[in-house]
T-cell receptor, first 115, second 115 residues
Framework: AQKITQTQPGMFVQEKEAVTLDCTYD???????LFWYKQPSSGEMIFLIY??????QNATEGRYSLNFQKARKSANLVISASQLGDSAMYFC????????????FGSGTKLNVKP | GAVVSQHPSRVICKSGTSVKIECRSL??????MFWYRQFPKQSLMLMAT?????????EQGVEKDKFLINHASLTLSTLTVTSAHPEDSSFYIC???????????FGPGTRLTVL
């Protein structure tokens, strides 16, 4: 079974509007971490936000927030007030257990912000 | 945030030659680093986990004699693609986990083209 599932290959959003990128995960571990990364066309991977499995509050970082629904095993990324520079690939990732364990990445969502 | 550098950013080589890619953590020490490969419009595929002072751990299906990994110090890991062939052409990207949450910070990537 896929550890991380991103069901939206591509998304469009109007500039200044909010957008939600979906991510579901599969693990039997009690301790895990969830991450979102942005990859612009330049190829660099930019860390956006982290949510720990024991965190009770949803993580927020500026215009990014993570809608963490543990029972549903979902970790959706919400980008508020979209900007043209937000156009990129977005990857959801999970680390199970130990801090130096490997990450599992989803297939990604291509976000296009329209002016 | 933490900085991971990668060199070279782009390399073109002839079939049969070996190519070395360096990954450095610039402002922190990394006992563990990860090497990924990414094909166009696809997600990252973990190739191996590089461990300082010990052998790398390779993912299933990755040829360890083809992709040599050396974690020479707490700030440097190298990936050598030996006897490169056109099918090895890809985007190679390294990462290192950074406390406190051990999110992975990525290098800018190396685009390898084998002629």
């Amino acid at each position: 079974a896929q550890k991380i599932t991103q069901t939206q290959p591509g998304m469009f959003v109007q500039e200044k509007e909010a957008v939600t990128l979906d991510c579901t995960y599969d693990t039997s571990d009690q301790s895990y971490g969830l991450f979102w990364y942005k990859q612009p066309s330049s190829g660099e991977m930019i860390f956006l936000i982290y949510q720990g499995s024991y965190d009770e509050q949803n993580a927020t970082e500026g215009r990014y927030s993570l809608n963490f629904q543990k029972a549903r095993k979902s970790a959706n990324l919400v980008i508020s007030a979209s900007q043209l520079g937000d156009s990129a690939m977005y990857f959801c990732a999970m680390r199970e257990g130990g801090n130096f364990n490997k990450f599992y990445f989803g297939s990604g969502t291509k976000l296009n912000v329209k002016p | 945030g933490a900085v991971v550098s990668q060199h070279p950013s782009r390399v073109i080589c002839k079939s049969g030659t070996s190519v070395k890619i360096e990954c450095r953590s610039l402002d922190f020490q990394a006992t563990t680093m990860f090497w990924y490969r990414q094909f166009p419009k696809q997600s990252l595929m973990l190739m191996a986990t590089s461990n300082e002072g010990s052998k790398a751990t390779y993912e299933q299906g990755v040829e360890k004699d083809k992709f040599l990994i050396n974690h020479a110090s707490l700030t440097l890991s190298t990936l050598t693609v030996t006897s490169a062939h056109p099918e090895d052409s890809s985007f190679y990207i390294c990462s290192a986990p950074v406390p406190p949450h051990n999110e992975q910070f990525f290098g800018p990537g190396t685009r390898l083209t084998v002629l």
